[in-house]
């Protein structure tokens, strides 16, 4: 089972499982966390568990919430995650989501390819490399409309809505403030809804989040993005 350590000044005070799909965060006694803090909100963020997943997501709490020194609005939780609330963290543990990562693979040639979900092929003579190895990145670009407009998701996640904090802008009085975000992950990226239904991949609508291929056609109200990868 996934748990939290609640920290102060690097010291451990309590481990908390979580054994529930919500969990709440805040300096009130009825939060199944209590931060007693006066820079902590009385409501100031909770835990979810979602398709599978832990995510962390602020309450509109006065002084944030953060990740890697990152201010968030929702956020999926990674094995030894440190969420910063004031001058307390709670560090996130998943031994079993730690283990799959940390799933040894054969030992093969630095030169090698190596196929996702299929047996690692070595080539008995790689050819000589051109040059050094660039890294790629996601990309969403705006189509459809006058200006065709490209946003590198670079970030760990990358939020469309209405409001100030999104990377991505939506427009029209009846926008979401978030509608959805794209969360970058080791294996790509998810495209995750948080308030917006009617947000579409391909023209088809999905239940809570979708691992994006090159190509994907991504539809938030009447905003229209391709998704593809590209040399950093």
Do not use: W
């Not at 459809?144 to 407009?149: C, F, H, I």
């Not at 939506?170 to 308030?195: H, N, S, T």
Request: with cysteine; net charge neutral.
């Amino acid at each position: 089972m996934a748990k939290v350590l609640l920290k102060f000044n690097a010291a451990v005070i309590k481990e908390i499982p979580l054994d529930k799909d919500i969990l709440t965060i805040g300096r009130k006694s009825d939060n199944d966390i209590v931060i007693d803090n006066p820079a902590v909100s009385g409501h100031h963020a909770r835990i979810i568990f979602q398709a599978g997943a832990h995510f962390i997501e602020d309450l509109n709490s006065t002084n944030g919430t953060f990740i890697r020194e990152r201010k968030i609005i929702k956020a999926n939780l990674t094995h030894q995650d440190e969420v910063g609330i004031a001058k307390h963290s709670l560090v996130y543990i998943n031994e079993e989501q730690a283990a799959k990562t940390a799933a040894p693979l054969p030992a093969v040639s630095s030169d090698a390819t190596v196929f996702i979900g299929a047996t690692p092929k070595v080539a008995s003579a790689p050819a000589p490399s051109s040059g050094p190895k660039k890294d790629k990145i996601g990309t969403l670009k705006v189509v459809g409309g006058a200006d065709a407009v490209t946003h590198d998701l670079t970030g760990l996640t990358t939020y469309i809505g209405k409001a100030e904090s999104a990377q991505i802008q939506l427009k029209g009085f009846f926008a979401p403030d978030l509608a959805c975000c794209v969360a970058r992950q080791p294996e790509g990226y998810y495209i995750k809804i948080i308030k917006e239904k009617s947000v579409k991949v391909n023209g088809q609508t999905f239940e809570e989040q979708l691992l994006l291929k090159d190509g994907d056609l991504v539809e938030v109200k009447d905003l229209k993005l391709v998704f593809y990868m590209k040399e950093s």
